[in-house]
């Protein structure tokens, strides 16, 4: 029965493949408490999350993704200076000039909420927004940018390692793919391989879709899909967006709206 419950949930704690202890990979390790909450039908076992962030916002009415307010709040050095109220958070990360910035100004129809920038690796703070005087949307620096230096690189890791491993407001990361790159980026893998190793819930995005054919695009993905399924028992949700035709921002929205209105099931 816990296996069969483990394997539904992948979409939003999906687990590495591990080839020779297949049990372990089925056994999440945080099974300390059971809860009957659901999403969308998908069992989701963090309780911590789940009973001091949204219920202590009261979404007993539930909560409508129709985004009239979109503000940003401040930007932070790190994680430990970031906001301590408990609002439900959403971060986005992904490598440098995947473009983050133009996604968020779509998902809130903002030109410009957040800076774009024609120079990759401006983002060096936690950016936090206000989306409808309810939840937070976390603009993480990008990584893998390459010219910085060596110690410049260390502080953005630490900064982005300590928010994602750190932060209980934090409901889903979702990372940012570039689709036009094919074969699949080596550094975007192992980032992925990371957050799974620490069992960081997370959801992938794959952007500027625009700029390929339908084929083309599905051939990205799949490529993608199979390096992953080299490591992975399952791939985890994911979205098909463009910022230029707003592609993906429904489904995105929709998939944020049934994170904030989980109920007991």
Not at 1 to 23: E, G, T
Not at 77 to 91: I, K, L, M
Not at 184 to 197: M, N, Q, R, T, Y
């Amino acid at each position: 029965m816990v296996q069969a419950l483990y394997r539904q949930r992948c979409h939003i704690f999906p687990r590495r493949a591990d080839k020779s202890r297949q049990n372990a990979v089925l056994l999440p390790s945080y099974t300390k408490i059971w809860v009957d909450f659901k999403i969308d039908g998908f069992f989701y076992t963090d309780f911590q999350r789940i009973a001091s962030i949204l219920f202590s916002q009261s979404l007993r009415g539930g909560y409508n993704m129709e985004i009239k307010h979109a503000d940003f709040v401040a930007s932070f050095p790190s994680e430990s200076a970031c906001p301590r109220e408990r609002r439900a958070e959403f971060a986005f990360i992904g490598r440098s000039n995947v473009g983050k910035s133009s996604l968020i100004n779509m998902l809130t129809s903002r030109r410009s909420l957040a800076k774009v920038s024609g120079t990759p690796g401006k983002t060096r703070l936690l950016n936090f927004f206000l989306i409808n005087k309810f939840w937070h949307l976390v603009d993480l620096p990008g990584y893998g940018y390459a010219r910085v230096s060596k110690s410049e690189q260390q502080v953005l890791a630490k900064l982005i390692n300590d928010y994602l491993l750190n932060r209980e407001q934090m409901l889903v990361a979702f990372v940012l793919i570039d689709a036009t790159i094919n074969p699949p980026s080596k550094v975007d893998l192992a980032f992925i391989d990371h957050l799974g190793e620490n069992q960081v819930p997370f959801a992938l995005i794959f952007t500027k879709t625009d700029r390929l054919k339908p084929g083309a695009v599905q051939n990205s993905i799949q490529a993608f899909s199979n390096e992953m399924l080299k490591t992975w028992s399952e791939m985890p949700k994911y979205f098909i967006s463009s910022s230029q035709t707003r592609a993906g921002r429904t489904d995105i929205l929709e998939y944020i709206e049934s994170l904030l209105n989980v109920k007991p099931g």
